[in-house]
């Protein structure tokens, strides 16, 4: 993996700016993977990156498994690995028939559940990884593919 960005996060403020800092990178056909424990602030930076894409409203898709925002700019499908518990979960919510339409961004929490090699190879990855270190955390966006 490649490192683009890394960041000390201290506040919500830190996040947006970040999150404008990755903006650029997600267009159609990329998928952004998220890992972080529970607590760290994936859906945080998820309803931020929204927000600077016009669209506000975001809920973590736990119970859920997935969300499908529309904005001006694309459509962002959202998907929360975190219950899943083997492969007939990932194939009983649809994840794989969310890679056929290339006309959207897919942002996937959790997502160490799935094998990095499982994940398609003909779309673009990022990868977030973000680390709680006592007061702050450590937010750090590679390109994955």
Same mark, same amino acid.
């Given at each position: =993996?490649?490192?683009?960005? &890394? *960041?000390?996060?201290? #506040?919500?403020?830190?996040?947006?700016?970040? @999150?404008?800092?990755?903006? %650029?990178?997600?267009?159609?056909?990329? =998928?952004?993977?998220l890992?972080?424990?529970?607590g @760290?602030?994936? +859906?945080?930076?998820i309803?931020?990156l929204?927000?600077?894409?016009? $669209? +506000?409203g975001? &809920?973590? %898709? +736990?119970? @859920?498994?997935?969300?499908? $925002?529309?904005? #001006? *700019?694309?459509?962002i499908e959202?998907?929360?690995l $975190?219950r899943?518990?083997? #492969?007939? #979960?990932?194939?009983?919510?649809?994840l794989?028939?969310l890679?056929?339409?290339?006309?959207?961004l897919?942002?996937?929490?959790?997502?160490? /559940?799935?094998?990095?090699?499982?994940?398609? =190879?003909?779309?673009? /990855?990022?990868q977030?990884?973000? +680390?709680?270190?006592?007061n702050? /955390?450590? $937010?750090?966006f590679?390109?994955?593919?």
């Amino acid at each position: =993996m490649k490192l683009i960005l &890394s *960041q000390d996060i201290f #506040d919500e403020v830190s996040v947006k700016k970040f @999150a404008v800092k990755v903006k %650029p990178y997600l267009k159609l056909k990329n =998928m952004l993977l998220l890992e972080g424990d529970l607590g @760290a602030g994936k +859906t945080t930076f998820i309803n931020l990156l929204l927000e600077s894409f016009g $669209y +506000t409203g975001v &809920s973590s %898709p +736990t119970y @859920a498994f997935r969300h499908t $925002y529309l904005t #001006d *700019q694309l459509k962002i499908e959202h998907v929360d690995l $975190y219950r899943l518990e083997g #492969d007939e #979960d990932i194939e009983s919510i649809g994840l794989w028939d969310l890679f056929h339409n290339s006309e959207s961004l897919i942002i996937i929490e959790w997502a160490s /559940r799935v094998p990095l090699s499982d994940w398609p =190879m003909d779309w673009k /990855r990022y990868q977030l990884e973000i +680390t709680v270190e006592g007061n702050r /955390r450590k $937010y750090n966006f590679y390109e994955a593919s």
